[in-house]
């Protein structure tokens, strides 16, 4: 990722890639109506092209534009590395919990509140809390692993992430502390100056009527091995090619130390221990609040190194380097309200203007997917599952599904989430998929493991749907001819493995965890339409690459696969398509499976209408929020829970990614059905982000209320890609 440009991304609406054929005279007339929409709106003031860089003042005169700093430095720090696979006990996923990952080495990973790191997780900054009487110091947040949680992993600290963007210029985030009581709101804010140097703010409010004592610790480390040294009012820290300084007000207790422990140890101790050897850094506030008042710690943090040009800074430390380091850290410490200020106003502007309607989601969808980002590391290793040891070499920068609940890569999850990317910057969508199709993950006979639990099972083959649709944003040919290879190989993985029966496939529980399915391989109304789906885009492709041979192919594998789905998976008698039990007879719940042929595009002119039905109707499909994952009709029926605190998932709740794709395979074929859902579904997710600040994983299938993980970022900021698309509509053919 280093050295690619990055910035505000151009969006495209409509696909480039097309097969071969006659285009429908209606759709050319809706293409031109958008075209004519969108020149005019142009000559009326609206634009795609970034909004102007607010005008400097004398302390930022020096400022670099957000849209030119690398990504070096970035809110990379996973919010939870305990409870996950990488970090299994003994062959159990869930034993370290929060109480032992306090004290307890990560083997791969790292944790933190409101923190930034190196894109190569060598240095980590973050924060810490304690108000003299919780029972541990928060230096990550708490919650449970799924044996414990009421509803699976359940988070106990509340935080709202705000501002952020493709290079982390500003950030902020809202946390109040502690657990149910939040006596105290804290603003954590970093602003970058340019591609080495930032200052890090938090703002802490008593929001009681009583006067309260509150530790803020701002801590700085390492891995094992490496060395934290004091210097008056911060710390510095030697990495193995630069070195980072961090200089903020003075305070009332340090220590360095490599005892993990420590710090939580020591601070509800007698004090913190002052001057170790260690790799752990953490600079002591003690801050006394009266009711109501407020009180604000700077820092200011620079990276030097000796491969970069020498800049005219003096140099007052042991080398030039730490002198650099150090005399920048202090420069951007005495400057930082007017940095933070400037990229404040930066951020306003950021992914402004792209959109006629619910412009505030738009920003705010795009905004939290790339607060998902964190440093993965991983090597497949895992008690867990010990087979894959050394099978996959994960140590890149990945948006994650959710940052606290889903801290590790799921593939379908990553190519949704490559999608929405697009939106906010081409590169950054190109290197999930990138990732995902590298052999660093994908294994040598094309199989695309699934995430951390599942890494044997599949997960819907829709990485070339997603290839496409990032290439029509970013025309990169480059990258569409890198990624080919190995969707060729999943391609052919599938038909090899997961065929049963002539042009039929199965995929297990294909991401769908509780959706009714047969307990044996038979074939599966979904994963037989994904496939026509990856024959179709697949044929896209390598059309758009000049492999015409091959892309006749794979136009003939779609054809293949329409007469066998229809032979074999519709039901005349109710008008739908289902999967088959091991008996060969009908699952007979309409469900999210069966209208994958509707998204792939295989359904026959005469069967769409029963299909549209199906959908239309609100005892079935349709609800306030979008399509159902299970008709309101069937006996498993649960909007959204299957138990005390125990979400039902896909038995009813409605899900972003599906919707999404139901749309726009009805934009062909109905649509005013397409807008009604649309509206439906942004209307719904508008709501709930107004009401609780988040982007839930999915939404009551009845009250539209959100559920699942609190911050599913992934793939429900695909809500902006509905924003976008839905303006200007095709007109009905």
């Known amino acids: 990722m280093a050295g690619a440009p990055h910035g505000v991304a151009r969006p495209a609406r409509r696909s480039s890639l097309r097969l071969p054929g006659r285009t429908p005279w209606w759709l050319l007339l809706g293409l031109i109506a958008g075209l004519i929409a969108v020149i005019a709106l142009v000559f009326a003031g609206i634009s795609f092209l970034p909004p102007p860089t607010p005008a400097a003042t004398p302390q930022t005169a020096d400022l670099v534009p957000q849209a030119e700093l690398d990504r070096r430095w970035g809110t990379y720090l996973s919010e939870r590395e305990w409870g996950t696979p990488r970090e299994a006990v003994e062959g159990d996923g869930w034993a370290l919990t929060w109480e032992r990952a306090i004290a307890t080495d990560y083997l791969y990973g790292e ?27 928060t230096e990550r947040f708490t919650g449970y692993t799924n044996p414990r949680g009421p509803a699976g992993e359940e988070i106990l600290d509340d935080r709202v992430f705000q501002e952020n963007g493709p290079t982390h210029a500003y950030t902020r985030m809202t946390y109040l502390y502690p657990g149910e009581k939040r006596y105290f709101t804290i603003e954590l804010e970093t602003a970058r100056m340019d591609s080495s140097t930032m200052t890090l703010v938090a703002t802490v409010t008593n929001t009681t009527s009583d006067p309260r004592t509150l530790d803020v610790v701002f ?3 390492m891995a094992a091995g490496a060395t934290i040294d004091p210097l008056e009012g911060g710390l510095v820290l030697r990495g193995v090619d630069s070195v980072v300084a961090v200089i903020g007000q003075e305070p009332s207790e340090w220590q360095i130390t490599a005892d993990k422990s420590a710090l939580d140890d020591n601070l509800r101790g007698e004090e913190l221990t002052g001057d170790q ?12 609040l009266p009711a109501g008042g407020e009180s604000v710690i700077r820092l200011g943090v620079s990276e030097a190194s000796a491969a970069e040009p020498a800049r005219a800074i003096a140099s007052d430390a042991g080398s030039e380097v730490e002198g650099l380091a150090i005399a920048a850290a202090r420069d951007v410490f005495d400057r930082s309200d007017a940095v933070v ?7 306003a502007t950021l992914f402004a203007g792209q959109v006629t309607e619910h412009d505030g989601l738009y920003q705010q969808a795009l905004m939290s997917l790339l607060w998902s980002e964190s440093f993965y590391r991983w090597d497949g290793a895992s008690s867990v599952n010990p087979s894959w040891a050394g099978r996959v070499d994960a140590r890149d920068v990945l948006i994650m599904p959710d940052k606290w609940e889903y801290p590790w890569l799921a593939s379908w999850d990553t190519a949704f989430q490559a999608v929405a990317a697009s939106l906010a910057d081409p590169v950054v969508a190109q290197d999930q998929l990138r990732f995902v199709l590298s052999d660093r993950w994908q294994q040598p006979d094309g199989h695309i493991p699934c995430g951390e639990w599942v890494m044997d099972v599949e997960c819907p083959p829709i ?5 496409a649709r990032v290439y029509e944003v970013s025309h990169d040919r480059a990258f569409l001819e890198e990624v080919y290879p190995g969707l ?3 391609y052919d993985y599938w038909w090899s493995r997961n065929q049963v029966g002539d042009a039929l496939f199965t995929g297990g529980f294909l991401g769908m965890d509780n959706l009714p399915r047969s307990s044996s391989p038979q074939p599966q109304a979904d994963a037989t339409a994904w496939m026509a789906l990856f024959a179709r885009d697949m044929a896209g492709i390598a059309s758009e690459l000049g492999d015409t041979e091959t892309s006749e192919r794979y136009f003939s594998d779609r054809g293949r696969i329409q007469e066998q789905i229809n032979i074999h998976l519709w039901d005349e008698a109710t008008g739908f398509y289902y999967d088959l039990n091991r008996s060969g007879a009908f699952i007979s719940h309409k469900s999210y499976s069966g209208l994958v042929p509707l998204i792939a595009g295989v359904v026959p002119p005469d069967r769409l209408p029963r299909v549209l039905e199906a959908l239309r109707d609100e005892d079935q499909f349709m609800s306030a929020g979008g399509i159902r994952s299970l008709s309101a009709q069937s006996a498993l029926y649960k909007p959204g829970t299957a138990g005390k605190g125990v979400n039902s998932n896909w038995l009813g709740p409605v899900w972003m990614p599906l919707n999404y794709m139901i749309i726009g395979a009805l934009n062909d074929v109905d649509p005013d059905l397409a807008a009604d859902i649309r509206l439906r579904v942004v209307s719904n997710v508008e709501r709930d982000w107004q009401e609780t600040a988040r982007l839930h994983e999915f939404f009551d299938g009845d009250t539209g209320a959100g559920l699942g993980a609190d911050f599913q970022t ?8 509905l924003i976008l698309e839905g303006w200007p509509a095709l007109p009905p053919p």
Request: glycine share 14%; charged share 25%; proline share 0%.
């Open 111 to 137: 944790d933190g509140i409101g923190g930034v790191s190196d894109q190569d997780d060598e240095f980590r900054l973050g924060w810490a809390f304690w108000d003299g009487s919780e029972e541990h110091v």
């Open 219 to 221: 801590k700085g480390w």
């Open 277 to 288: 050897d260690g790799h752990i850094g953490a600079l002591a506030y003690r801050l006394e």
């Open 341 to 347: 200020q400037a990229r404040q106003d930066e951020a």
């Open 463 to 467: 990485f070339a749907w997603a290839a």
């Open 488 to 490: 060729q190989r999943n």
């Open 714 to 721: 992934g793939w429900t900021a695909l809500v902006a890609n």
